[in-house]
C-alpha cells in the first residue's frame, strides 16, 4: 500500500471510531439522566410518605387541631 491509501484507511478507521465514541457517550448519558430521574421520584416518594407519616402522629396525638 502507498502512504495516500495508508492515510485514507487510518483517517476512515478514526472517523469510525469517533462515531462509535459518540453513540457510547449518548447512551451513557441517557442512563445517567434516567437513574438521575430515578433517584428524583424515589425521593418524592419518600418525602410524601414521610409528611403523611407526621400527618398520622399529628392525628393519633392530638396535635392536628
Do not use: I, W
Not at 495516500?4 to 459518540?22: H, I, L, M, P
Not at 439522566?33 to 400527618?55: I, R, Y
Amino acid at each position: 500500500m502507498d502512504s495516500s491509501k495508508t492515510s485514507y484507511k487510518a483517517g476512515e478507521a478514526k472517523g469510525e471510531v469517533q462515531a462509535k465514541t459518540e453513540k457510547m457517550m449518548d447512551k451513557a448519558g441517557d442512563a445517567c439522566k434516567s437513574a438521575k430521574e430515578s433517584c428524583q421520584d424515589a425521593g418524592q416518594q419518600m418525602k410524601a410518605k414521610a409528611e403523611g407519616a407526621v400527618e398520622a402522629a399529628k392525628d393519633a396525638t392530638g396535635m392536628n387541631k
